[in-house]
C-alpha cells in the first residue's frame, strides 16, 4: 500500500445560508475498506459525500483523495447518487446509462467504443440485470433502477466509491446483491463509502463505520465505534431501534 | 386553400424551404430544453435577445448578418446568466426570476428599436413574424436561407460533438460535475445556440412561434420514444413535418408560422392520444384490459368457491357493471364457463384449472400475510383479493417454498396443490 | 386627484392613462403576489399569450369592436389554456415547464392565424386587435379607466374577503384542504382573478408587461418584509409606482413606449431591492457571507492556536499556517487582524499570544468543546442549533439547564476525544 491516505478529511466545514451541516469533520482513512457513514436525518451524511466530490463548496478545510486534490484524481472516483437525484423518464435505456459510467476514463469528445459497450454489458450481468439492457429505465422497478445505478459506478473502475444511500427502496434481493458486489470491490482492494440507514445491518456490511450528526461522533473500525453509547450520542436516546442495533453489535447476526 | 393558388415554385419552395430549416434546428435544440426543464428559459431567451437584435441593426445597419447574430447570442448569454443569478443570488424562485429578467430585457429592446424607426422592424414584426417578406426578393431569400441552414449546421454539429457531454449533463447532472464535465459549460454552449436560432428564426417565424417550434415538436417525439437519438430525429421529423402541413393548410393570406405552430399542437395532440406506450389512449385500453382480465379471474373464482362450498350459482354474475357482462361473454366463448339453464353457471374443467391457480395465490397470500404481517384475519381477504391477479405460477411456488407448502390457509380452507 | 394634478400642469390624457396604469398596477400587484407565492409566476404570461385566439373568436362572432365581448373571449381562452396546461402535466409524461410552453406557442400562432384572416375580412388593418398583444396604454380612454376601476376595486373586495383562506391555501394548501377548505375552489377563483386582471390589463400594457405587472411587484415587495399583509400592501404600492413612473416617462420630454417604460421602472425597483435590501438583498447576503467566513477562520486560528500554545509559549507561525491550510498571503492577513484586536504579538517567524490572547483562545476551545458535548448529549437538537455553532459561545446560546448539566459533566478536549 503507498503511504497516502486514500481519504483525508481535514478539519471541513459545509454550510448552507451560515448554517453548517457539517462542521470540522476530520478524518483518514488509510485502509482500503467498506466504510459506512450513519447519522440521523439532516446529520450532513449525503453533503459530505458531495463535499469530496467537490459538488458543494466547503466553508473552510481541505480534501485529498489518495494525495492529491479531487481534480486530479476524478478518474479514480466513482460516484452513486440518490436514486430520486435524477429523471427516470429521460429517454435513454439501461445500458445507456451504464455506458456513462465509461465517459469519466474517456474523457471530451471520445465515443465509447464496441469494446466499451462490452465492458457495460459484463457490469450489467454482474450485478444481475443481463438481459435488461435495452429497457428504458422507467420501466424499471425500484430495485432495478438502483442496479443499475450500481452497474454504472462498477463501469468506472474506480478506485474509490461514493454511495448515497444504495439500499435505500430495494428489494432484499436488490440488496444482498449489491452488498455482494461491493464485497467484491473490496476484495479487490477497492474503498467504497457508503451513506446508509439501516442501523441493524451496519455490523454486517461494513468495516469501518463513521458516525454523523453534523460533527463527527466517532469513526474507526465498526466493533470498535458501533456501540450503544456512539449510537447514543449520536441519535439521542429516543429510538428504541438503537436497541435492536445494539443487539446486533452484540450478536453480529441482523435481526428479522 | 394555398395549395394550388401560389405555386410558384421560385417562392412557394423558397418559402418552405427556409421554414423546414428552422423547424427542424428549433425542434432540435427543443429536445434538450423540453428533457433539461428549461422550456421557459427557452421562451425567455427568445425575448431576451431583442436588445442584442436592435443593438446589431444599430451598428452594422443591417437586419441580417454578423450584427445581429452576435448581439442576440451575447444577450442569450446575459438572459441565462442573469436568471441564474437572481435566483441564486437574489433567492427568488427561479420562474419568477425568468419573468424578471425576460420582460426587463424585451422593454429595453422595445425602448431601442423606437430608436429605429428608419429601419423596417417593430414590436409587431418581432412577435408575428413575416415569412412571406423573406421571398420579397431573391437575394434576401438566399441571404436568410444560408444563415437558417449555418445555424442547423452548427446545432447538428454541437450535438454531434457533445452528444456524450450534453447526454450526460441532461440525465444526471452531479455525475457529470464529479466526473469533470462542465455541465454549466453546457447549459451555456446550449442556451448561446437557442440565442442563435431564435435569431434567425425571428425575422421568419415571430419570438412568440419560434417558442412553439422549440418546445412543441420535441414534447411531441418525448412521448413517442424512449431513446434520445430516436427523439431527436422524430423532434426534426415533426418540426419539418409541421412546416409543411402549416404552409399548404393555412387560410390564404393567413399567418404561415402561426399555422405551423398550430399544426406542430394538432400533432402534439395525435401524440398525447395515440402514443404507443404513454398516449392516452393507450393508458385507457391496457387499464380495461387489466380490468377484464380481473374481472375474468374474480368470476372464475367465485364460481370455483361456490363449488367448494357446494353452492349453486342463482345470481348473474353478469348484472353488474358492463365489464362484469364482458367479462362472462369472453369466458364462456373461450370455454372456461358453461351454463346448463340462464344465469347457472358453471366451470368447465379448463376453468376449474385456471380458478385453481387463483384461489392457490389467493389463500398462499393469505397465508404468507398472516405470518409475516401479524394482520387480523378478517383483515386478509381483501389484500389477497387484489394480490391474486399478479401472482403467478413462478411466485407461488415461491411463496409455497417459503411457508412450507402449507395445506390451509389461515381461514382453515384447503389450498389447491399447484 | 384630477384636481391637484391639474395643477401640476398635467394634461387630461395624461391623467386618464396615469389613473389607469395606476390602478391596473396596484390590483396586478395584489393579484400577482399570491401567483408568485404559489409558485405560478408563468401562469400570467401563459395566460396572456393564449387569450389571442379568444379576442379573434370574438371579433370574428360579434362582428366589431365590442370591447366587453373581446374581454370575454380573452377570458374565456385563457381559461381553457391554462386547463390545457393543467392536462398536460398531470396526465401525459410532460413536466409542466413543456406544457406552458406548448399552450403559449400554440395559442398564440392559432391567435395570430386568426388574426390575419380577422386583417382580410376587414381589409387592411387588424382592427385595432393587435393592441391587445402589444398594449396602447396611450389610447387608454375615460371607459378603460373604468373598467380597471372596476377591477382594483374587485380586487380589494376579493383580498378583503378571502384574505385569511387565500393566505392558507397559498402557505399550506394541504393543511387547508385537510381543514375543510375548498383547496381547489380558492385556487381556481385566485385563478380566475389572475385572468380578469390579465385580459384587463392587456389591452393596455400588452403581453409581455402583463407577466411583468404580475411579477415584478411581489418579488420586489418580498425583499422588505416577512409578513403576506405588508407583502401585499407593497406589492400594491410598488405595481403603482411602476404605472405612475412609466406613465410620466412615456410623457414628453422623454417620449418612451409605455408598457416598456412601466416594466423598466420596475425592474429598477426590483434591481434596488435585489441588491439593497436589508436582510434578504445580495449585498446583506454577501456582507453576511463574508462575515461568517472571516468569524469562521478567526475561530480556527484561536483553536489552533490554543492547542500550540498548550506546548510552548512562542507558537511557530508555519506550523499554526499549515494546521489551518492556509495560503501565505491569507494567514499573514489573519495574523493582522487578529493583531489588531490586541490578541497576539507576530514577528515574522513565531507568534506569541498575549494575556488578552490566552484568555480568548482559551475561551475558544471551551466553546468548542461544550458545542461537541452538547451535541452528544443531545444530538437530537443539534439541527436547532445549528446555526449558533460556529459563531455563538455556547453560553449564549443554551438554556441555562443543558449548559449547566454539560459543564458538569467535565468534557474532555475535543480533538482527542473523536479519534
Known sequence: MSSEPILDIHDVTVAYHRRPVLWDIDLTLTEPSLVGIVGPNGAGKSTLIKAILGLVPLASGHI???????????????????????????????????????????????????????????????????GLEKHQIGQLSGGQQQRTFLARALAQQADIYFMDEPFAGVDAATEQAIIFLLQELQRQGKTVVVVHHDLRTVPLYFQQVLLLNIRKVAFGPTEAVFT????????????????????????????? | MKLFAAFDPASAFGLLAVAIVGNVACALLGCYLVLRRLSMLGDALTHGVLPGIALGVLFTGSLSGWGIMLGA??????????????????????????????????????????????????????????????????????????????????????IVVFWKELKVASFDSALAEAMGYRPQLMHYLLMGLVSLVSVTSFATVGSIVVVAMLIVPAACAYLLTDRLAVMLWLAAGVGALSAVLGYFLVPTHGNVP?????????????????????????????????????????????????????????????????INRLALARLRN???????????????????????????????WEAYLEKNLDLPPDHLHDPAMRMEHFIGPALQEELAAELHEPGTDPHGRQIPKG | MMNFLDTLGIPYNTRIVLTGACLLGASAGVIGAFAVLRRRALTGDALAHASLP??????????????????????????????????????????????????????????????????????????GLDGFILGKAASMNFA????????????????????????????????????????????????????????????????????????????????????????????????????????????????????????????????????????????????????????????????????????????????????????????????????????????????????????????????NRLWEAFLLAHPDLARGYAACFATQSPEDALPPEVLKSLVERRPSSSREAAT
Not at chain 2, 384490459?289 to 364460481?303: F, P, Y
Not at chain 3, 381562452?77 to 393543467?86: R, W
Request: proline fraction near 3%; charge should be positive; include cysteine.
Open chain 3, 144 to 367: 378603460d379607466v373604468r373598467l380597471i376601476s372596476l377591477l382594483a376595486l374587485g380586487t380589494l373586495l376579493l383580498m378583503t374577503a378571502l384574505y385569511k383562506e387565500f393566505k392558507l391555501t397559498t402557505f399550506d394548501p394541504g393543511f387547508a384542504r385537510a381543514q375543510g377548505w375548498p383547496d381547489f375552489l380558492l385556487d381556481l377563483t385566485l385563478l380566475i382573478a389572475i385572468a380578469l386582471t390579465v385580459v384587463i390589463g392587456l389591452p393596455a400594457v400588452g403581453v409581455v408587461m402583463m407577466a411583468a405587472l404580475l411579477i415584478i411587484p411581489a418579488v420586489t415587495a418580498r425583499f422588505w418584509t416577512e409578513r403576506l399583509g405588508i407583502l401585499l400592501l407593497l406589492a400594491a404600492v410598488v405595481g403603482m409606482g411602476m404605472g405612475a413612473a412609466g406613465t410620466l416617462l412615456s410623457d414628453r420630454p422623454f417620449s418612451l413606449p409605455t408598457g416598456p417604460a412601466i416594466v423598466l421602472v420596475g425592474a429598477a425597483c426590483f434591481a434596488i431591492s435585489a441588491c439593497a435590501a436589508p436582510r434578504r438583498g445580495m449585498l446583506a447576503r454577501y456582507l453576511a457571507q463574508r462575515r461568517f467566513s472571516s468569524e469562521m477562520e478567526q475561530r480556527l486560528l484561536r483553536l489552533i492556536l490554543f492547542k500550540l500554545s498548550q506546548r510552548s509559549s512562542t507558537i511557530d507561525a508555519e506550523e499554526a499556517r499549515i494546521d489551518g491550510n492556509w495560503s501565505v498571503p491569507h494567514f499573514r492577513w489573519l495574523l493582522r487582524q487578529a493583531q489588531k484586536e490586541g490578541t497576539l504579538h507576530h514577528d515574522g517567524k513565531d507568534i506569541r499570544l498575549t494575556a488578552q490572547g490566552e484568555q480568548e483562545t482559551a475561551r475558544a476551545d471551551r466553546d
Open chain 2, 258 to 322: 402561426g399555422m405551423m405552430a398550430v399544426m406542430a399542437g394538432a400533432l402534439l395532440l395525435l401524440a398525447v392520444l395515440f402514443a404507443p406506450r404513454h398516449g392516452v389512449v393507450a393508458k385507457v385500453v391496457r387499464n380495461v384490459r387489466l380490468a377484464l382480465r380481473i374481472a375474468m379471474e374474480d368470476i372464475l373464482a367465485d364460481l370455483y368457491r361456490r363449488e367448494e362450498s357446494r353452492q349453486d350459482r342463482k345470481s348473474d354474475p353478469a348484472t353488474g357493471r358492463w
Open chain 1, 64 to 130: 485529498r483523495i489518495l494525495g492529491s486534490p479531487l481534480e486530479r484524481q476524478r478518474q479514480r472516483i466513482g460516484y452513486v447518487p440518490q436514486r430520486e437525484s435524477v429523471d427516470w423518464d429521460f429517454p435513454v435505456n439501461v445500458l445507456d446509462v451504464v455506458l456513462m459510467g465509461t465517459y469519466g476514463r474517456l474523457g471530451w469528445f471520445r465515443r465509447p467504443k464496441a469494446k466499451d459497450r462490452a465492458w457495460a454489458r459484463e457490469c450489467l450481468d454482474r450485478i444481475g440485470l443481463a
Open chain 3, 54 to 127: 379568444g379576442v379573434c373568436v370574438a371579433f370574428l362572432v360579434v362582428g366589431d369592436r365590442n370591447f366587453v365581448s373581446l374581454l370575454i373571449g380573452a377570458f374565456l381562452a385563457g381559461l381553457v389554456g391554462i386547463g390545457v396546461i393543467a392536462v398536460l402535466s398531470r396526465w401525459t409524461r410532460l413536466k409542466e415547464d413543456a406544457s406552458i410552453g406548448i399552450v403559449l406557442g400554440t395559442f398564440f400562432g392559432c391567435g395570430t392565424v386568426l388574426l390575419s384572416i380577422i386583417q382580410r375580412l376587414k381589409g387592411g388593418s387588424p382592427a
Open chain 1, 228 to 256: 450503544e453509547d456512539n449510537l447514543r450520542k449520536t441519535y439521542g436516546g429516543r429510538l428504541t431501534i438503537l436497541e435492536t442495533a445494539g443487539q446486533a453489535v452484540r450478536t453480529r447476526e441482523p435481526t428479522p
Open chain 2, 73 to 158: 447570442v451575447v444577450f442569450g448569454f446575459l438572459t441565462a446568466f442573469l436568471t441564474q443569478t437572481v435566483s441564486a443570488q437574489a433567492g427568488v424562485a427561479e420562474d419568477s426570476s425568468i419573468g424578471i429578467v425576460f420582460t426587463t430585457l424585451f422593454s429595453v429592446g422595445v425602448i431601442l428599436l423606437t430608436l429605429l424607426p428608419d429601419m423596417h422592424i417593430d414590436t409587431g414584426c418581432v412577435f408575428f413574424g413575416s415569412l412571406e417578406l423573406v421571398t420579397l426578393s431573391t437575394e434576401s431569400w438566399l441571404g436568410v436561407f444560408t444563415t437558417m441552414v449555418s445555424s442547423l449546421l452548427a446545432t447538428v454539429a454541437f
Open chain 2, 334 to 364: 373461450s370455454g372456461s364457463i358453461t351454463a346448463a339453464e340462464v344465469g347457472a353457471w358453471r366451470l368447465t374443467d379448463r376453468g376449474r384449472n385456471q380458478a385453481r391457480s387463483l384461489i392457490r395465490a389467493h389463500r398462499l
